[in-house]
């Protein structure tokens, strides 16, 4: 990797080490303050569509604007978001740093971008990979640590030393160099959805993918926690672990994508994580199954294989509306997920997990059999 990207990585592991420290033990938190499985899946529905929204404007902003610039606006919105969980009285307070933290993915777009346009062409797209699975590698330190601090100090304490983390990535990538749009996407307005045929179809098809690993995702800590009976400890260590699994899954699935196509890496993606859903349905309670399934779920997570799929096969002047419909529409499919989730939760815990391992097996030997057709069928 050049300077840019090492920077970027940096930049993305600070700000992973900030966010894991807290986010995953958030639907505790949240608990604690008095929401039940039903207000979970509001709150996360909420931060999907403010997510969704934030799109709209991307694809201009990014030709229009210094990418650079977009992306420290975004990391300066994250900065209060720490201080006001820290503070919230009732758990309806989150939806504040909610709305600011999802929003600032506004600037998702630009790093993106950014990335696609530093990384060399002929391992793009696991170069890409690479510099996202940051955000893995940074939960491997940061869970085990924050669910240790738990156990000793309050969740303020966590949520104080993250908004440091935070400031310290938004400093790095002001170290980056500049990155203005070209003359060609200049020319370019918002969102664009007049796209080629085969262009919707490989965009749905990504995005349902993704969608659906994701479905029950917002509840695996209180999985964990009320049926696996794991203290916050070891809750981070089974997230570190899934986090690891994740860092060096990604580039793997990466250079599967370059060598085999896109589907079979996404064939492969979803049996990893409807591999690791069942093993979390069928054996809740013992700890080195749930190890096991925890390093096959943070395959679950790999939005970075989709993203580099999509730069990987587009123009550079159409990248920013891709990936911004991407973030769109993905977005869209996920707002209903966790809602229903929430409301198979509160029946019975292990519904979405069992739920979401059925479908993506389904699919997963679909995308494996019909890969070459769907591979015409999209012009990859």
Known sequence: MNRNLRLVWLANLVFSLGMGMYQGFLPLHLRSLGADAIALGQYSSFGMLIASASYFPAVWLCNRFDRKWLILAGWLMCL?????????????????????????????????????RKAEPENLTSSYAQVF???????????????????????????????????????????????????????????????????????????????LCQLPLEFAVPYMRDRSQLDTFWIGIVNAIAALSGALIAPRLGRLADRKGIFRAISANLGIAASAYLLMVAFPQHLLLI?????????????????????????????SNLLSLFGLVSGLMTLAGPLLSGALYQTNPSYPFALTAGIASCIMVLFATQAERLGRLTNN
């Open 291 to 319: 190890v096991l399934s925890s390093m096959l779920r943070g395959a679950a997570r790999i939005s970075s294989l989709y993203t580099a799929s999509l730069g990987r096969l587009s123009r550079p002047e159409e990248r």
């Open 80 to 116: 209060p978001v720490p201080l006001i969980l820290a503070w919230a009285p009732t758990w309806q307070w989150a939806f504040m740093a909610s709305f600011l933290f999802n929003f600032s993915m506004f600037c998702n777009v630009a790093l993106q971008n950014y990335t696609l």
């Open 133 to 211: 699975a940051a955000y893995s590698l940074g939960n491997v330190f940061s869970q085990p640590l924050g669910g240790f601090l738990l156990t000793r100090f309050p969740y303020q304490t966590i949520l104080f030393l993250a908004s440091g983390f935070y400031l310290l990535s938004t400093l790095i990538f002001c170290l980056i160099e500049r990155d203005p749009p070209d003359a060609e996407e200049l020319q370019g307005a918002g969102i664009n959805i007049r796209l080629p045929r085969e262009r919707w179809i490989l965009l749905v098809l990504l995005c349902l993918c993704f969608a």
